[in-house]
């Protein structure tokens, strides 16, 4: 069984090293404990001093690519290393590596396919952001029950991947990656667990994802919604189409009721009439895209199902 720990860094000369020395070399269940960093063009000194602690794998982009496309290297690298589970940890030392235990455990004992770090259950993240906080929770709360799945976390970096979830995961976003991959692997009915951890935000220090809270809730919204509406699209188009088009129905419903008890009067009772129409069009369009979107997923679960034989082929252990 191997194990390979990844660590995203950019323009983290400062902490990383102290990271990579703080992660744990052996694991019950575990045979091989790599350590691996991506460094996604950094313009310190980040990969010299993920080197000199004692990295075993370093793969640098060239320009800075943002955290979905590291996180994509990082796949592709394990898979491409023989990694049977790969557990993703911040560089910055928030996270206490010793908790990688917690994480690899349910996957070990054959229970998940992800595990997640919690940081909003009976461990309380430390020194979090307030906005960050309800952000995250309200973000949790809407997408599961969308998905009907309770979802502790849904941003946490602080995750184990076992091999299957790591070659049948897509993985198209730039700017992030966190949320996707949770609706993603709840879409293909992949078995995620959370585990709660005691997470440390430190004073000051400046988030490298979340340049600004409008841009990144902006930007993750979109994600979210792209996300949602490839998993879930009937759901996502249907759910609005029936509730207008029952609202189709009651206006035309109240303009036959007051148009018989008004003697066959039009023009009062015309904005029900008007109303009615407009919903029912607009929800008859919208049941219509439902079906159109089921059939691009039937489409694109195929796809994907030859895209997960060929990186199976290719990552051959």
Request: one cysteine or more.
């Given at each position: 069984m191997k194990l390979i720990v990844n660590i995203p860094a950019f323009n983290e000369e400062e902490k990383i090293g102290e990271t990579i020395r703080r992660i744990p070399r052996s694991f019950k269940g575990v045979d091989e404990v790599v350590?691996?960093?991506?460094?996604?063009?950094?313009?310190?000194?980040t990969g010299k001093m993920a080197t000199e602690a004692g990295v075993t794998l370093l793969r640098t982009h060239r320009t800075n690519r943002g955290i979905g496309k590291t996180f994509r290297t990082a796949v592709e690298f394990a898979l491409e290393n023989g990694a049977d589970i790969?557990?993703?940890?911040?560089?910055?030392?928030?996270?206490?590596?010793?908790?990688?235990?917690?994480?690899?455990?349910?996957?070990?004992a054959g229970d998940a396919d992800i595990v997640s770090a919690d940081r909003f259950d009976h461990l309380k993240a430390k020194n979090i952001p307030f906005l960050k906080d309800v952000l995250n929770r309200l973000a949790s709360k809407i997408i599961g029950g969308f998905m009907n799945a309770r979802i502790k976390d849904l941003t946490c970096g602080f995750r184990a991947y076992d091999r299957e979830s790591l070659l049948r995961l897509n993985l198209p976003g730039a700017f992030t990656y966190t949320q996707e991959v949770i609706i993603d692997a709840l879409g293909k009915d992949l078995k995620v667990r959370w585990v709660p951890v005691e997470v440390t935000y430190f004073e000051g220090r400046k988030s490298r994802v979340v340049k600004s809270v409008y841009k990144y809730v902006n930007n993750s919204a979109k994600l979210i919604l792209k996300a949602v509406r490839d998993v879930r699209p009937v759901k996502f188009f249907g759910a609005p189409g029936l509730f207008l088009l029952l609202v189709g129905f009651i206006g035309f419903l109240g303009f036959l009721i007051q148009y018989i008890a008004s003697g066959f009067k039009i023009s009062p009772y015309?904005?029900?009439?008007?109303?009615?129409?407009?919903?029912?069009?607009?929800?008859?369009?919208?049941?219509i895209f439902a079906f159109i979107a089921d059939m691009i997923k039937s489409n694109r679960n195929l796809i994907e199902e030859q895209t997960y034989?060929?990186?199976?082929?290719?990552?051959?252990?």
């Amino acid at each position: 069984m191997k194990l390979i720990v990844n660590i995203p860094a950019f323009n983290e000369e400062e902490k990383i090293g102290e990271t990579i020395r703080r992660i744990p070399r052996s694991f019950k269940g575990v045979d091989e404990v790599v350590i691996q960093v991506v460094d996604d063009g950094s313009k310190d000194g980040t990969g010299k001093m993920a080197t000199e602690a004692g990295v075993t794998l370093l793969r640098t982009h060239r320009t800075n690519r943002g955290i979905g496309k590291t996180f994509r290297t990082a796949v592709e690298f394990a898979l491409e290393n023989g990694a049977d589970i790969m557990v993703n940890i911040d560089a910055d030392g928030q996270f206490d590596p010793n908790d990688i235990d917690k994480l690899i455990a349910p996957i070990l004992a054959g229970d998940a396919d992800i595990v997640s770090a919690d940081r909003f259950d009976h461990l309380k993240a430390k020194n979090i952001p307030f906005l960050k906080d309800v952000l995250n929770r309200l973000a949790s709360k809407i997408i599961g029950g969308f998905m009907n799945a309770r979802i502790k976390d849904l941003t946490c970096g602080f995750r184990a991947y076992d091999r299957e979830s790591l070659l049948r995961l897509n993985l198209p976003g730039a700017f992030t990656y966190t949320q996707e991959v949770i609706i993603d692997a709840l879409g293909k009915d992949l078995k995620v667990r959370w585990v709660p951890v005691e997470v440390t935000y430190f004073e000051g220090r400046k988030s490298r994802v979340v340049k600004s809270v409008y841009k990144y809730v902006n930007n993750s919204a979109k994600l979210i919604l792209k996300a949602v509406r490839d998993v879930r699209p009937v759901k996502f188009f249907g759910a609005p189409g029936l509730f207008l088009l029952l609202v189709g129905f009651i206006g035309f419903l109240g303009f036959l009721i007051q148009y018989i008890a008004s003697g066959f009067k039009i023009s009062p009772y015309l904005n029900y009439l008007i109303l009615g129409s407009i919903s029912f069009i607009i929800g008859s369009q919208l049941l219509i895209f439902a079906f159109i979107a089921d059939m691009i997923k039937s489409n694109r679960n195929l796809i994907e199902e030859q895209t997960y034989a060929i990186k199976k082929e290719r990552y051959r252990k």
